[in-house]
C-alpha cells in the first residue's frame, strides 16, 4: 500500500475489509499493524475478517 495512504483509517480498513473477503489473512493483519490510530470500525473489519475465515479464536484474541 502506498505511503501516503497508510495514515487513513477509511482507506486502511477498505483494504481490510477486501484482503480479508479474498482470504489474505496475512496481508490484512500487515496493514493493521501499521496502522497507528485503530478505531472500533477498524476492528470491527478485523473481527469480521477472522470469522469470515473461520480463525474464531483469532477473532476473540483481539
Do not use: H, Q
Amino acid at each position: 500500500m502506498p505511503e501516503n495512504y497508510r495514515n487513513n483509517n477509511i482507506i486502511s480498513t477498505s483494504a481490510i475489509d477486501m484482503l480479508m473477503k479474498f482470504g489474505d489473512v496475512e496481508s490484512a493483519e500487515r496493514i493493521f499493524r501499521s496502522i497507528k490510530t485503530k478505531n472500533i470500525i477498524t476492528y470491527g473489519a478485523m473481527v469480521k475478517g477472522y470469522v469470515g475465515n473461520e480463525m474464531f479464536e483469532k477473532a476473540l484474541d483481539l
